[in-house]
C-alpha cells in the first residue's frame, strides 16, 4: 500500500523519496530505525521507541540533533498528510510509522567528519494487521542454524539498519514455511527471533532471554513484563535454552506489529495441546486493551 515519506523535512509519495548512493547508510549500512504502529491513530509508546533510537544512535556514534518534539512534529506533519491523502482512500484505520537515522552523505570512505549531515526518514504506511488466525490458532516457528550476533560484534540492542543476520534467519524460515526463526546466542542460550522477542510459559509463568543474552530490548518485551502479572501471567526474565523451549506448555512472541503472537509449533513438535494457551490469550487481550488506552 501506498506510503507517504518525509526525507529531511520533505515530504513526497514513494516516488519522489529520494536519498543519495553516497549516503553512508546506504554504503556502509550505518544507520538506525524505530518502527512503530497507532492503536486509535496515536503511535503507541511513541516516547519509548524515540529513547531506544537515541540510545541505539549513540551506540554508533551517530550524532541525533534534533529534540523529543521536532521529531514528533515531523511525525506527525507526516501522518497528517498520509490520513489526508491516503488511508481513507485506503480504507485503512491505522498507521505503521518507520524512523530511520543514516550517517548521511560523505566520501567513499568511512571518514565520519566528511559526512556533515546525518539523513532522517520518516516512512508512513497504512497499517496491514496480521490475518486473525495467526492469533486465534497460533503460528510455527523454526530453530535457526545460524546464531544472534555476538554483543561483541554490531550489538543486537543497538536497532542498527545492518539486518543481514536477521534476513538471513528470516529467509530460513521461510524456505521451512515457519513465521520466525529463533535464534541461539554464541553460549547457545535462547536469545530471540529473527524480527521479534521470544517467551516461554511454564506453570503459568512467562520467561524471556535477559537482555545480557544479546537481544534486541524490544518495547513490547518490556511492555509485557510490566503487564503481565495484571493479565494474571507473572513474567521475567530467565537464562533460557531450546529444553526450556521444547518443554514449554506455552511459547509466544511478542513485537510492535506481532502484539503477543501464540506459537503452537516448533517445527514437528507441538507446543502445549497444539492451540493457543491462556497465558498468550490473557496477553495479548490485554495489551490490547492498554494500546487502546494509549498505555
Ligand atoms: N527483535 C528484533 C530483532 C526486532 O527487529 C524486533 C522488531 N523491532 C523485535 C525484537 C521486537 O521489538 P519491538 O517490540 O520493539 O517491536
Same mark, same amino acid.
Given at each position: 500500500?501506498?506510503?507517504?515519506?518525509?526525507?529531511?523535512?520533505?515530504? /513526497?509519495?514513494?516516488?519522489?523519496?529520494?536519498? #543519495?548512493?553516497?549516503?553512508? $547508510?546506504?554504503?556502509?549500512?550505518?544507520?538506525?530505525?524505530?518502527?512503530?504502529?497507532?492503536?486509535?491513530?496515536?503511535?503507541?509508546?511513541?516516547?519509548?521507541?524515540?529513547?531506544?533510537?537515541? @540510545?541505539?544512535?549513540?551506540?554508533?556514534?551517530?550524532?541525533?540533533?534534533?529534540?523529543?518534539? !521536532?521529531? &514528533?512534529?515531523?511525525?506527525?506533519?507526516?501522518?497528517?498528510?498520509?490520513?489526508?491523502?491516503?488511508?481513507?482512500?485506503?480504507?485503512?484505520?491505522?498507521?505503521? *510509522? @518507520?524512523?530511520?537515522?543514516?550517517?548521511?552523505?560523505? !566520501?567513499?570512505?568511512?571518514?565520519?567528519?566528511?559526512?556533515?549531515?546525518?539523513?532522517?526518514?520518516?516512512?508512513?504506511?497504512?497499517?496491514?494487521?496480521?490475518?486473525?488466525? @495467526?492469533?486465534?490458532?497460533?503460528?510455527?516457528?523454526?530453530?535457526?542454524?545460524?546464531?544472534?550476533?555476538?554483543?561483541? #560484534?554490531?550489538?543486537? *540492542?543497538?536497532? #542498527?539498519?545492518?539486518?543481514?543476520?536477521?534476513?538471513? &534467519? *528470516?529467509?530460513? *524460515?521461510?524456505?521451512? $514455511?515457519?513465521?520466525? &526463526?529463533?535464534?541461539?546466542?554464541?553460549?547457545?542460550?535462547?536469545?530471540?527471533?529473527?524480527? /521479534?522477542?521470544?517467551?516461554?510459559?511454564?506453570? $503459568?509463568?512467562?520467561?524471556?532471554?535477559?537482555?545480557?543474552?544479546?537481544?534486541?530490548?524490544?518495547?513490547?518485551?518490556?511492555?509485557?513484563?510490566?503487564?503481565?502479572?495484571?493479565?494474571?501471567?507473572?513474567?521475567? !526474565?530467565?537464562?533460557?535454552?531450546?529444553?526450556?523451549?521444547?518443554? +514449554?506448555?506455552?511459547?509466544?512472541? /511478542?513485537?510492535?506489529?506481532? %502484539?503477543?503472537?501464540?506459537?503452537?509449533?516448533?517445527?514437528?513438535?507441538?507446543? $502445549? !495441546?497444539?492451540?493457543?494457551?491462556?497465558?498468550?490469550?490473557?496477553?495479548?487481550? %490485554?495489551?490490547?486493551?492498554?494500546?487502546?488506552?494509549? +498505555?
Amino acid at each position: 500500500m501506498a506510503a507517504i515519506i518525509n526525507v529531511n523535512g520533505r515530504i /513526497t509519495d514513494e516516488a519522489g523519496a529520494v536519498v #543519495s548512493v553516497m549516503d553512508h $547508510g546506504f554504503l556502509y549500512g550505518e544507520g538506525v530505525y524505530e518502527a512503530m504502529r497507532s492503536y486509535g491513530r496515536r503511535l503507541f509508546l511513541f516516547d519509548r521507541h524515540l529513547a531506544r533510537m537515541r @540510545r541505539s544512535a549513540a551506540g554508533i556514534q551517530l550524532p541525533f540533533p534534533w529534540s523529543d518534539s !521536532e521529531i &514528533a512534529a515531523r511525525v506527525a506533519e507526516t501522518m497528517a498528510v498520509m490520513e489526508r491523502d491516503v488511508l481513507r482512500a485506503a480504507d485503512a484505520t491505522e498507521n505503521y *510509522a @518507520r524512523i530511520l537515522l543514516t550517517r548521511g552523505i560523505g !566520501e567513499l570512505n568511512y571518514d565520519v567528519d566528511a559526512c556533515p549531515r546525518p539523513t532522517l526518514v520518516i516512512i508512513v504506511k497504512p497499517h496491514t494487521p496480521h490475518p486473525a488466525e @495467526r492469533f486465534t490458532r497460533g503460528v510455527k516457528i523454526t530453530v535457526a542454524p545460524m546464531i544472534r550476533n555476538h554483543p561483541g #560484534s554490531v550489538d543486537p *540492542a543497538i536497532k #542498527s539498519n545492518n539486518l543481514l543476520n536477521n534476513v538471513l &534467519a *528470516a529467509q530460513f *524460515a521461510r524456505r521451512a $514455511g515457519a513465521f520466525e &526463526a529463533v535464534l541461539n546466542n554464541y553460549r547457545g542460550e535462547l536469545a530471540e527471533c529473527s524480527r /521479534t522477542n521470544l517467551f516461554v510459559v511454564r506453570h $503459568g509463568e512467562a520467561r524471556t532471554p535477559p537482555l545480557d543474552a544479546g537481544l534486541l530490548p524490544g518495547i513490547t518485551r518490556a511492555f509485557v513484563l510490566e503487564i503481565g502479572a495484571s493479565a494474571g501471567v507473572p513474567a521475567r !526474565e530467565a537464562v533460557l535454552t531450546d529444553e526450556d523451549l521444547f518443554a +514449554a506448555d506455552e511459547v509466544f512472541l /511478542t513485537g510492535t506489529t506481532t %502484539e503477543v503472537m501464540p506459537v503452537v509449533r516448533i517445527d514437528d513438535h507441538i507446543v $502445549g !495441546e497444539g492451540t493457543p494457551g491462556p497465558a498468550a490469550r490473557h496477553l495479548l487481550q %490485554e495489551y490490547r486493551r492498554r494500546a487502546a488506552l494509549g +498505555a
